[in-house]
């Protein structure tokens, strides 16, 4: 009896260990990379700017030097921001894989970031044309942007629904089809654009969070929080869809239901993402298998775990985008492209040796 | 405590799938479903068990079928289907640790519940494996595992398990070996509702066959009863020899020619 007792102990213990360690070491990477990130910068860099910032907080409630105005009013939101955008595209990327049960899903599969780019593009031709009062001007192309995303997200939907349940691989090819013809639409766009609009468009399309600021924060903050937490919360039910849509049924989840939410808390989710950031690929995509080879496919830790992981290579990603050319900055999207591109063959070199190995 | 079907009948665009099908499958009771491709096995289980083709004149337990909420047919049936394929390597236990996802047992019981349902399929030695690098027989086995942790070995409640073809990838070793467990299980008050195309183990473990020919029962009882040369021949269209197992006395099915 006291063998068996033992034994039991000594194999559950180290897999909730190892959870536990796993998700410890995701924050701390995430908490180092965003102390980094607010350190380090054109202007000036010191790795105790952080604390010196709540130090003039605590003291006086406001920033008394230049460089603290632009470490609290530029440095700051801008890392907040690309914590929250890295961690929304990757949680939306692990959840779309999963419910379409597909390792290449990702929020640029489904069209949702062709449709947000098409109304940005939009209104970044048509801007001078368009009479908007002054005080929207600024968000002009967000909103653009999350209209552009809603639209798609109900089309691609529509055109997936048979009898009330969603199709996955009508939603599939849907969103190829959506990209197509979001690309054809960008491409003519950009064929009448004045030289100013398609430098403003290029930059658009590959992503950028220089112009993150407290209100960005303020009205993106909620609905991407409570997006990811919704999403979460729907962990146990997307590893069931993984069993095939019939099993998960047998197991008691209400398949339509679930796919519904999961579509629309992603179209919200995606839709403002970009609509602050322009398009961010390949975190999506790449975040969720990095995890699932290193710390397992379930997603009751993979969601978490992915939030955290693609946070914090975001930040990384920006620090990198605005430091290595100073004063001027890369696009983010090609750097996360550049950084993510080589790791991600190297994963898929290692995993084809496990897989000979295995067999 | 029973599934009790009346008069099912199942129509998918003006072809009919099943006709008239009346039974009463009860817990503690195994019964095996045979017929040719194509004859509506998989149809009766998905009527049967309240899946995508629910239907209302099936009952379980004395209620309609379709009054009963999702995760309350889950505590009562679980359902293995053919399909065992997963895109993304969940390891063994985390698979079968599926089939409990719902029920409200603490990390460490579902942990226990996993490995008594691994062990009683013979995968216990599998439990850190990759799922994507098993078998097609391993992973039927772990499937099994998952549907066994579903409905709960601790309950006495009747319970049914709905297997379409759980033993198609498996040795010979193995096939014995489940319905043997498969068979155990009446003791704890769940019914086994088991499709299996060879006939020979459906006679020797199970309780009924059920012979369905072109979505009509053609004949449900006990082995012998079923089993003889003409139903055979109406149900397969073949011509057969009837012998008698030595122990069990059971029917054994060989081609009368090759």
Redesign the interface.
Known sequence: MNTRVLR?TT??LPV?DRRVVQTSMLSLVLLVAAWCSISIGAAKSDLLFPIKLIGEWIASGQNQSSIMMIVSEIRLPRVILAILIGAALAVSGASL?GVC???LADPGLLGISSGAAVGAVTVIIFANSLSVPQFIQPYLIPIAAFVGAAITTFTIYRLAQVNGTVQIATLLLAGVAINAMGGAIIGAFSYVADDQSLRLMTFWMMGSLASANWFMVAISAPVLILGMYFIHKKR?EI??L???E??A??????VDRVKHHLLWLNAIVVGVAVACSGIIGFIGLVVPHIL??ST???YRYLILNSGLLGGGLLVLADLLSRTLITPAELPIGVVTAILGAPFFILLLLQQKRK?VL?? | MSILVKNLSMKVSNKKLLSNISLEFRAGEMIAVVGENGAGKTTLINCLTGGSFSQKCVSINGLPVESYSLSELASMRAVLTQSNDLTFPFTVTEVVRLGLSLSCLSQSQQLLAVQRCLRKVDTLHLKNRDYTTLSGGEKQRVQLARVLAQISLDSELPRYLFLDEPTSALDMKHQFETLKMLRSLRQLNIGVFIILHDINLAAMYCDKILLLQQGQLLKMGAPTEVLNHDTIKQGFGVDVHILNHPTSHSPIIINQSI
Do not use: C, E, S
């Open positions: 039991l194999t559950r909730i894989q049960r597909n390792p146990t590893n069931l993984l069993l095939g019939a099993n049924r047998y197991v008691g989840v209400d699932r080879v397992g496919a379930d897989l295995a067999l």
